[in-house]
């Protein structure tokens, strides 16, 4: 008997009866089908004879559902009712149909949710939990159009937003001195007196706690001292966290480090969370708690981690899942024919923190990505590996802009990132030179933007110095002559509550040096609370910081912790930061922010200003799909019997990608939490459920047009359409 077979033969329980019976006596004339179908097939005609009868007035949902163009236009004519018939019809259409469900370390998921309900109407059988059944009851109520979206006013966002003070608030400010007081203190019991060779943070002999006190906080200033003092265990943590971490937690920790997940928590980040909960604050810390604090789920997954962006898997010589050869060494990774990612062979390939739903656990589960510091630095080797690297973008047809990232690329010392840049820099002159010598239409694509991928600014914003600034503006001035118009940061804070006085020097200071600051926030269970993002783009803005990307927690199983259902994503776009859409007359304004970074701040205060927007919604909330790159273009065309909805996604229509992506087709995901479960985690976080009305109800997603403050700048000249380094 096959698996699914005897999965079929499972009995519901109680629980699961009780909610099937409410399901046929709200629906009457399901129940009937139900009831009188012969078996399952029977089962799914008759509910799909009775949807095209019944809600035969709603074209739009018929036409959406059968269209293989689905643009925003479309999307946006849609109503509640619709979503509800279009996944209806997607349930039927997907019927049996088998995935592999790599959140469950690739068993065989089927979707056939009209068949589990005839299973258990007839036999009390198909094994379909409460989550799947309480999910069901939630579609047919939208079907009848008795629950209908719920759309909050701007007053109610700006009240969720209320919830989340920013580090900027004096008493928050107060409350992470002492932090610091009291995680000095542990540390300076640490700290050598009289130092030896090499050591750069020691106490000389004779002085008193006092002065070594005093000493210590000169160092909290130096990022070097966070490094080196960063915890690599749970027990410090908690010490740190005046051993205010519960038993479970503990013991969570522990088992986390038998498996091998490395702890490594700089002494500032640790300051910001709380160990005395202020009335005002509670609950506040949870998004950063949650990066430092790893799940049961992470340590159970640890060395079964598969890795999600297929593109990121590089044999030599062999085209990636995006059809791109790359040099070897995993130095490049690359989607799109623009850009592609630099990962240097140095510090940078640690971060200053490991955030535990991590993108890239898989690599630091391979230890590719690290914490040895000492061992990261480069070698003599690298100097000659990063030419050949550059050859990679100086021939390239399309390439366009580079994105030089990690880990972490502010991990990377000055030096380093000052050779990268003269090496860069090079690199683009003699792109742009040779070019000269090639005709109108065959000319490859010259370098326009650079950026650097850092969450330091939010991790340790210690790291930059004035140093670094003057290393990013001397770049910045002598690549603007040979053509590079765009030069961003992207940095990621998770929560408003990082936005510290430090982190606003830090910004403060790329900005100062010509670069535009763009943030992208990872959507986790805890930054997914009401409110807490939208707080997020507003504490950005009045710093100085663009909004760029809103993403859905990506991986299996390992971020389930984290992760934060498709349908909040889209319910936060269209209810929350849609209290921040900017209007197309201002995009003009907007695409010309970048040519004046320096007055980053004054100009998102002047337009939010003129506007009335609390804050500028420059960001796209999306998903990156293995192999396919950003998208929230999807349908629910399946849910398990766990109620875990299995959505189908399209690529983002709105921008050029390999031309693979016409032969990729769709891409399915199964989410690793049903939205029950979701709103049972957001309840036991302290949030009403009721504040999510309408949640179940979001099964469509249209993936955003991008603001123009990210468009490239056309080419003075006409670019060869022809792709190199490709191979479909
Ligand atoms: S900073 Fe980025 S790469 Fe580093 S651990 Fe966090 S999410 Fe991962």
Redesign the pocket.
């Known amino acids: 008997m096959k698996e699914i077979e005897i999965l079929d033969r499972i009995a519901i329980t109680v629980k699961s009866h009780k909610l099937l019976r409410l399901l046929l006596k709200e629906n009457p004339a399901f129940d009937e089908i139900m009831r009188n179908s012969r078996n399952e097939t029977e089962a799914l005609v008759g509910v799909q004879e009775w949807i095209e009868k019944e809600y035969a007035g709603h074209k739009e949902a018929f036409s959406f559902f059968r269209s293989t163009n689905t643009g925003r236009e479309h999307f946006e004519k849609l109503d509640w009712q619709d979503y509800a018939i279009i996944r209806l019809l997607d349930y039927i259409a997907h019927a049996g149909k088998e995935y592999r469900d790599l959140n469950l370390r690739g068993e065989i998921a089927v979707s056939n949710p009209i068949q589990l309900i005839w299973l258990a109407v007839h036999r009390g059988t198909g094994g379909a939990k409460p989550d799947f059944y309480i999910d069901m009851i939630e579609l047919f109520r939208q079907l009848r159009g008795e629950v209908q979206a719920y759309t909050p006013d701007r007053e109610k966002v700006l009240e969720w937003m209320d919830r989340y003070p920013s580090g900027m608030d004096p008493r928050i400010i107060a409350l992470r001195e002492e932090n610091r007081e009291r995680i000095l203190k542990i540390l300076i019991r640490r700290i050598p007196e009289g130092g030896g060779k090499g050591q750069r943070f020691y106490f000389a002999k004779g002085m008193s706690e006092e002065q070594k006190l005093e000493k210590a906080r000169e160092w909290w200033g130096d990022p070097r001292f966070h490094l080196r003092f960063a915890v690599r265990d749970p027990e410090l943590l908690n010490e740190m966290l005046g051993y205010s971490l519960d038993p479970d937690t503990m013991k969570i920790l522990k088992e986390a480090e038998e498996a091998g997940i490395p702890f490594f928590i700089n002494p500032y980040y640790i300051s910001l969370l709380h160990v005395r909960v202020p009335y005002f604050a509670v609950g506040a810390d949870l998004a950063i708690r949650h990066y430092v604090v790893y799940s049961k789920q992470l340590v159970e997954e640890f060395g079964h981690i598969v890795a999600w962006e297929k593109e990121d898997l590089v044999k030599a010589g062999k085209p990636n899942a995006a059809g791109w050869i790359l040099p070897d060494g995993h130095n490049i990774h690359r989607r799109y024919p623009e850009v592609a990612i630099l990962i240097p062979d140095s510090m940078g390939r640690a971060?200053?923190?490991?955030?535990s739903s991590?993108?890239?656990m898989y690599d630091f589960q391979s230890g590719r990505?690290n914490f040895n510091l000492d061992k990261l630095k480069p070698d003599e080797t690298w100097s000659e590996k990063l030419k050949r690297l550059m050859d990679y973008f100086e021939q390239d047809n399309q390439l366009r802009d580079i994105l030089i990232t990690?880990?972490?690329a502010f991990m990377s010392s000055d030096r380093t990132l000052k050779e990268l840049l003269d090496q860069l820099l090079e690199m683009i002159k003699r792109k742009r030179k040779k070019n000269q010598g090639l005709p109108e239409g065959e000319k490859k694509a010259e370098i326009q933007r650079v950026r650097f991928g850092s969450?330091l600014p939010a991790?340790l914003p210690q790291r930059v110095t004035d140093d670094l600034a003057s290393v990013l503006a001397d770049f910045k001035m002598k690549a603007s002559k040979v053509g590079v118009c765009q030069f961003l940061v992207q940095t990621?804070f998770e929560s408003s509550m990082e936005v510290t006085p430090e982190a606003r020097k830090a910004v403060d200071r790329l900005i100062r040096a010509g670069w535009t600051v763009t943030n992208q926030l990872?959507f986790s269970a805890a930054a997914s609370r009401r409110g807490h993002s939208a707080k997020l783009r507003m504490v950005l803005n009045d710093i100085g910081v663009l909004p760029y990307y809103t993403f859905t927690v990506k991986g299996y199983m390992e971020n389930n912790f984290s992760f934060a259902p498709n349908a909040r994503v889209v319910q936060e776009q269209l209810e929350e930061k849609v209290i921040g859409k900017i209007s197309e007359e201002h995009y003009e304004t907007i695409r010309k922010f970048p040519e004046e970074a320096e007055m980053m701040v004054e100009n998102i205060d002047a337009l939010r200003k003129y506007s009335g927007l609390p804050f500028l919604a420059t960001d796209r909330n999306v998903l990156n799909l293995p192999g396919v790159g950003k998208s929230l273009t999807f349908r629910v065309i399946g849910i398990t019997r766990y109620g875990r909805r299995i959505l189908e996604f399209d690529h983002d229509e709105t921008r050029r990608h390999s031309p693979i992506i016409r032969k990729m087709g769709k891409i399915i995901i199964i989410e690793s939490k049903s939205i029950h479960e979701y709103l049972q985690q957001l309840s036991e976080i302290g949030e009403d459920p009721e504040d999510y009305a309408g949640l179940y109800g979001y099964s469509v997603g249209q993936t955003e047009s991008r603001v123009p403050v990210y468009d490239y700048p056309e080419y003075a000249y006409s670019p060869t359409g022809e792709f190199s380094n490709l191979e479909i």
Not at 351 to 355: D, K
């Open positions: 971060c200053g923190g490991l955030c991590c993108q890239r990505l990690g880990g972490d969450r991790y990621h990872v």
